[in-house]
């Protein structure tokens, strides 16, 4: 058998994600051969003993992480710099600390400050999710044929970053480094972008008369429940990803109200070869994503 990558991994924060994590290294022991839970909730906690999830779940952050080779921070970014400063003392030298928070730049704001020079710090982002939460929604399967985005500080190692995403290998997905800025851009556009929408539109939906808004309920087609997948996300996660990635956000979201005005002239002037065009480059990307395996 080969050696496994960690011998303890502590998920801090098993939801979604975590719980993922927790599920896939229980299938394949290559990845860690203990696996810790903590949450800040104890009913969580307890949820987490209930369904077996993890070898050893922790009801206070110090003796979840004091033995960790690899400590994972799964939790909404807003959170990132109070559970750091409840951790880092207690984590042992030479250990590995990692996150899978889809804003960058805030996060390493928030972690970098309260490192100490034997704790290496890796920011990773898996580009994977559900609009479910909690530890009942995760499965082993979730990052397959994902992309898990690292972006490096120049504090990290590059012992530590191999040995990340040798970890997200493992999970399933595909790796790329991307540089802090670039990263926060491009998941402007790919996902906080169009989670805004969607709280919107259902947000214009629901403020309609009380006889149209009944109507929208009862007829809505494919376009709208997809719009409401997606609106149906953990609000305490997205509401802290709008306010923390809030310029790359602002600046796609400018991009797309321009044009989106554009479309809107189309439509008045029934310009009929613009429209088409627009239409046409969605199909194109949807194209894409299937052949890329990005559509499951």
């Known amino acids: 058998m080969n050696t496994p990558l960690f011998h303890r991994v502590t998920v801090i924060g098993p939801g979604l994600i975590g719980s993922s994590i927790l599920r896939r290294i229980q299938k ?50 807003g959170a990132m710099e109070e559970v750091t400063k409840q951790i880092v003392p207690y984590m042992k030298k030479g250990a590995i600390l990692t996150d899978t928070g889809s804003t960058k730049a805030s996060v390493i704001a928030a972690i970098e400050p309260h490192l100490t020079p034997d704790i290496v710090f890796v920011p990773a982002h898996p580009m994977a999710g559900t609009e479910f939460s909690g530890p009942d929604a995760g499965f082993d399967t979730l990052f397959e044929n994902r992309w898990c985005l690292i972006t490096p500080i120049p504090s990290t190692t ?52 009380e006889e149209t808004r009944s109507e929208v309920l009862d007829y809505a087609a494919s376009g709208f429940r997809d719009f409401t997948r997606v609106a149906s996300s953990d609000p305490t996660m997205w509401r802290d990803v709008f306010i923390n990635n809030r310029e790359a956000i602002l600046e796609m979201l400018a991009r797309f109200t ?23 480059k969605g199909r194109r990307i949807r194209k894409s994503l299937i052949e890329n395996k990005q559509v499951q």
């Open 28 to 77: 394949d022991r290559s990845i860690a051969t203990h696996t810790v839970a903590y949450d800040n909730n104890p009913d969580v906690c307890k949820h987490v003993q209930e369904l077996q999830i993890a070898d050893e779940v922790c009801f206070d952050p110090k003796t979840a992480v004091e033995n960790a080779d690899c400590v994972i921070l799964s939790i909404p970014v």
């Open 158 to 209: 590059q012992e530590a970053t191999d040995k990340i995403i040798a970890f997200w290998k493992a999970m399933g997905s595909n790796t790329r480094i991307l540089s802090i800025q670039h990263h926060d851009k491009v998941c402007a556009i790919v996902s906080h972008l169009p989670h805004l929408i969607a709280f919107t539109i259902c947000n214009t939906a629901d403020s309609l008369e």
């Open 258 to 280: 321009e044009d989106a005005q554009a479309m809107a002239k189309a439509i008045r002037w029934k310009d009929e070869e613009y429209i088409t065009e627009t239409i046409q």
